[in-house]
């Protein structure tokens, strides 16, 4: 456009000289010379700004596609951006989770650990109690046992009392027969004499003598009795 623009004024400058020359040929020569160096100039001048534009065009291009590739890594930094915060956040919340399951598990752990503390104090308690326990029948079987071998003393010293009270009944009644059979003789002879005051006195010897005969035949069943009952206790 700057171009025409020059090339008309050119134009019009000429226009002007051709009448002012009068017709003179001579002067028009050297115009044409000069007009026709003007329009190369001219020309160059077109050539160069479609140089520049065309130049102009592909710096705008170059321009357009360097933005395009700014936006374009703008838009990368914003997702790589996003991808770290979120992974931030993933990994905080992971975090957290993990936090929240140990607090949990130690929690668990605890009330475990109390647990057992109790079990443990639970058994101790009745481990004591046993002791005491064991402790007390201990004695009790002590004190049962000294008293069955008090007993059992008591026992073997009643048997044997038992024992002799028969071996004495037994002796008893041994002179008691041989009492009875002298007082049987004694009785026979004062029959014989005669005197009835010896008489009634035998008479009475041996009425005691089989009365006493009676009971120590009663007294060695009783004691035969209770030996017997003595020795198959024990």
């Known amino acids: 456009g700057g171009a025409i623009g020059i090339a008309g004024g050119l134009a019009g400058a000429l226009g002007g000289i051709a009448p002012a020359a009068g017709g003179a040929l001579l002067g028009v020569i050297p115009l044409v010379s ?19 534009g065309a130049t102009a065009l592909d710096s705008a291009r170059k321009q357009a596609q360097a933005a395009n590739q700014v936006t374009s890594a703008q838009l990368q930094l914003g997702r790589a ?45 009745s481990q004591r109690a046993a002791q005491r326990d ?8 002590k004190f049962a046992q000294d008293q069955l071998n008090g007993a059992w003393v008591e026992g073997k010293r009643a048997l044997q009392d038992l024992q002799d009270q028969a071996d004495g009944v ?26 009835t005051r010896e008489i009634a006195r035998a008479q009475l010897a041996v009425d005691r003598l089989i009365e006493q005969q009676d009971v120590l035949a009663q007294r060695s069943e009783r004691t035969t009795a209770a030996n017997a009952k003595g020795q198959a206790a024990g």
């Open 81 to 125: 951006t996003r991808s770290v915060n979120e992974a931030r956040r993933d990994g905080a919340r992971d975090v957290a989770q993990a936090e929240q399951q140990a607090e949990r598990q130690v929690a668990q752990a605890r009330q475990q650990a109390a647990a057992a503390a109790r079990e443990v104090e639970q058994a101790v308690r």
């Open 34 to 52: 000069a007009f026709n160096g003007v329009g190369g100039a001219v020309k160059a001048l077109n050539d160069q700004q479609i140089t520049a």
């Open 134 to 141: 064991l402790a007390s029948a201990t004695n009790d079987l």
């Open 170 to 195: 037994a002796l008893d009644q041994r002179q008691n027969a041989l009492d009875l059979a002298d007082a049987r003789e004694r009785l026979a002879e004062a029959q014989a004499g005669g005197d």
